[in-house]
């Protein structure tokens, strides 16, 4: 069969490849993720159920799950070399998200054999301790042993701090990790897809994803969103600070999505997960302003950008619920890494599996007809 090649820039609207894995639809604003909404599962799974759901299309028994907890957690340790690797890069100051690919190509170093799950839970279990590991080193503390007693979200916690984490804190990041896990064929998902489709590994599959992930335009801006609160302040200054950011053409981060053309429902959930964690006190405070702005900005944007429907996305409550937890900013895209290797090994799995070779023509742009100088002739 031959098909008419159809230019579509940046391939909007092709359809590349078949996945159970999750569906986005902008227009309902809805997200499916394994077949469940997303609110029916963020809020009460834990994240290595969401990641047992993704690779084996089901969510694990009582004893599948502690087999699968504790087959995660034999698997955090990192070798000496990623140990070394993060020294060396802390000597630089490195980004985070930076260090975070180096490492995890890595990996491998740790690997018994070339099945797709076992490097799969390998990235999955080592990602929090590469970049909590990190983060301390970068503050000139020591890194702090994983313990396999404790949950993934837990640990990760535990691993930056030192200490063992609330169930509040750790119930805000679960809710995270699951709400990001997976979301179509965004930009770094299907570049693990891509690698995968040639027969690579999940390793190489994971390392460009990260690299797909690192740029802004993908990764997203959830610590300027929270900045912007900051820089308000106080609820009677919302609407002339975000009035005079509209005027001067700044973006509001935090609003607008490529593919939402509602509300994107990963804001509902994160912030119903906010508003249980900010119970009193000044994280009550700052959550109640963030609502306030929220609300004035998007009376203003539909005020300057009448019709473009740029509403709440979710960078606006990831900074607050990762803020509210205790993280840094600069941990906040790692963090969201953290969650989407989950996503992202799915689908190199679900691609290894059936999958064709990813392979987009071009529309080619350029001259024709051009010749190459005639050589000297030989004498």
Do not use: C
């Not at 169930?167 to 990790?177: C, I, K, P």
């Not at 900045?227 to 002339?240: C, G, S």
């Not at 064709?356 to 071009?362: E, S």
């Amino acid at each position: 069969m031959v098909f008419e090649p159809i230019s579509r820039p940046g391939l909007q609207g092709v359809i590349a490849a078949e996945t159970r894995l999750s569906r986005v639809d902008g227009l309902a604003g809805e997200l499916i993720i394994g077949g469940y909404a997303l609110e029916e599962i963020a809020p009460y799974a834990e994240f290595e159920e969401m990641v047992y759901l993704l690779w084996y299309d089901r969510l694990p028994s009582a004893e599948e799950k502690d087999s699968f907890q504790q087959e995660l957690a034999a698997r955090r340790a990192l070798p000496p070399i990623v140990l070394e690797t993060l020294h060396a890069a802390a000597k630089q100051r490195l980004p985070i998200i930076d260090v975070l690919r180096m490492a995890a190509g890595l990996l491998n170093l740790t690997l018994r054999s070339d099945e797709e799950y076992e490097a799969a839970s390998v990235l999955v279990a080592a990602f929090p301790t590469i970049i909590a590991a990190y983060s301390r080193i970068l503050r000139g503390e020591e890194p702090v042993s994983p313990d396999e007693r404790l949950s993934h979200a837990a640990n990760y916690l535990y691993m930056l701090d030192g200490e063992i984490p609330s169930d509040g804190r750790v119930r805000a990041l679960n809710t995270y990790l699951n709400t990001v896990v997976d979301h179509g064929f965004n930009a770094s998902t299907f570049t693990a897809r891509v690698i995968v489709s040639t027969q690579s590994d999940l390793v190489s599959a994971v390392v460009g994803a990260i690299g797909a992930l690192k740029g802004p335009v993908h990764g997203g801006a959830p610590g300027p969103a929270l900045d912007t609160v900051f820089e308000i302040a106080t609820p009677e200054r919302a609407e002339a600070v975000l009035r005079a950011k509209l005027e001067a053409g700044e973006r509001l981060m935090g609003f607008g999505h490529r593919v939402y053309q509602v509300r994107d429902p990963r804001a509902d959930v994160l912030n119903i997960a906010a508003e249980r964690f900010f119970t009193s006190g000044e994280q009550l405070e700052l959550y109640q302003l963030a609502r306030h702005v929220e609300k004035v900005a998007i009376a203003l944007l539909e005020e300057y950008k009448p019709g473009r429907k740029l509403q709440t996305n979710v960078e606006f409550y990831t900074a607050l619920v990762l803020h509210g937890i205790g993280l840094e900013t600069a941990l906040f895209t790692p963090t969201f890494a953290i969650a989407r290797v989950g996503g992202w090994t799915a689908h190199a799995i679900e691609h290894l599996h059936g999958g064709r070779l990813l392979r987009p023509l071009a529309q080619y742009i350029g001259e024709t007809g051009r010749r190459y100088p005639a050589p000297f002739p030989v004498a």
